[in-house]
């Protein structure tokens, strides 16, 4: 049996290069789509409306006057705090979003034997 590069038969070793490279290719395209797609939310009963990118990047917050209760001595410290959660909200779903389209295109490989978590 005749071994190909990479001290696999068949030149299996080559044929695996191909794939990496292609994955990794995949995984670029992936990553600069993201800057482009965004995740919105909306807290506070719609007082607050965040919209994130796939870079996690603040793409715009939206203040609903109708929502807000200026002669509530409270509404100042209300509204900091549903602007401190709704961001969070809004990174964790462009996260989670990511992390989604990547595993989508690595299918798990960096589990594999012998990359040592290098795609993961």
Known sequence: ????????????GANM???LQKMQQDMAEAQAA?????VEVSVG????TIVV???????????????VDTTDEEWLTDMQDLLVA???QAIEQSQTMA???LEAITGGLGNMPGLGGLLG
Request: aromatic share 0%; charged share 20%; net charge positive.
């Open 1 to 12: 049996m005749a071994k190909g590069r990479g001290g696999m038969p068949g030149g299996g």
């Open 17 to 19: 290069m191909k794939q």
């Open 34 to 38: 993201l800057e482009h797609e965004t």
């Open 45 to 48: 009963g719609g007082a607050l």
């Open 53 to 67: 990118t796939g870079h996690q990047r603040v793409q715009s917050i939206t203040i609903n006057p109708d929502m």
């Open 86 to 88: 709704g961001v969070n």
């Open 99 to 101: 992390a989604e389209k």
